[in-house]
């Protein structure tokens, strides 16, 4: 897809500040989840509309694990006047990769706090899918969160959310799998060895049970579709994962 055709249809959708957790008390909440071969593109311009909408989230950002296009990224960023720090701690933005199973549609979503905001079907509906028809399939899953990460460190125990509400908490050291009912249908959480993963979904696409499992404290996967989350107990925000 031509970059300037992108951030103009961006820029002109009057949208994000009803989805993107507009107060200061919730912004280190705040990730935006990104499926694409192109994230250096697609993630610039989406901070940018951000700023536009308000949203005020610092100008430091750094790497949580190795990324594939991250000397891209790092430029665009910079670019945008965002600068770069080797160190976790105290940035204002954290991104982090990960490999879906196999390769999907190219994709993107909005979450904070147990609540997901699935912008594919709001007023980004034409922009997600102009992504969606002209990107190339991608099994890079970027994850972009607001106020950073301090520490990676393995959880004890997982809460389930339905669109927002804390419905469930199921031990990581238990070894289960368990049925919960979303917007569309039914969904599998299952737990094995301290890790924890969606096993099924009536969602469409299944991204969610494409994900590898998680395990450290912060890390989500949501399923969009359904509106349901399921996120190991954390003290800190860690990263994200998108169904």
Not at 18 to 33: R, V, W, Y
Not at 77 to 94: E, R, Y
Not at 102 to 110: A, D, L, V, W
Not at 182 to 196: H, L, P, Q, T, Y
Request: aromatic share 8%; charged share 25%.
């Amino acid at each position: 897809m031509n970059r300037r055709c992108f951030i103009q249809t961006l820029v002109s959708a009057p949208l994000l500040s009803q989805f993107i957790l507009g107060s200061k008390k919730t912004q280190s909440a705040s990730e935006i989840h990104l499926v694409s071969e192109d994230p250096h593109q697609i993630l610039p311009a989406l901070l940018e509309e951000l700023k536009k909408q308000g949203m005020s989230y610092g100008k430091k950002f750094s790497f949580l694990n190795s990324y594939p296009n991250e000397q891209q990224m790092m430029q665009e960023l910079q670019k945008k006047g965002w600068i770069f720090s080797p160190l976790h701690t105290g940035s204002d933005l954290s991104i982090s990769f990960r490999s879906l199973k196999h390769k999907i549609r190219p994709s993107f979503t909005m979450a904070r706090e147990g609540e997901i905001w699935d912008i594919r079907s709001q007023r980004l509906l034409s922009l997600w899918k102009q992504i969606n028809k002209e990107g190339p399939l991608s099994s890079c899953l970027t994850i972009a969160s607001f106020r950073g990460s301090k520490h990676r460190y393995t959880g004890k125990s997982l809460s389930v959310f339905s669109q927002g509400q804390k419905i469930d908490s199921l031990a990581l050291d238990r070894n289960k799998t368990k049925l919960y009912k979303g917007k569309e249908g039914e969904i599998a959480v299952s737990v094995n060895n301290g890790k924890a993963w969606i096993n099924e979904s009536s969602c469409r696409h299944k991204i969610c049970c494409l994900t590898p499992p998680i395990s450290y404290a912060g890390e989500r996967i949501i399923c969009a579709p359904n509106r349901l989350l399921v996120e190991i107990d954390r003290s800190d925000l860690v990263d994200t994962s998108i169904g």
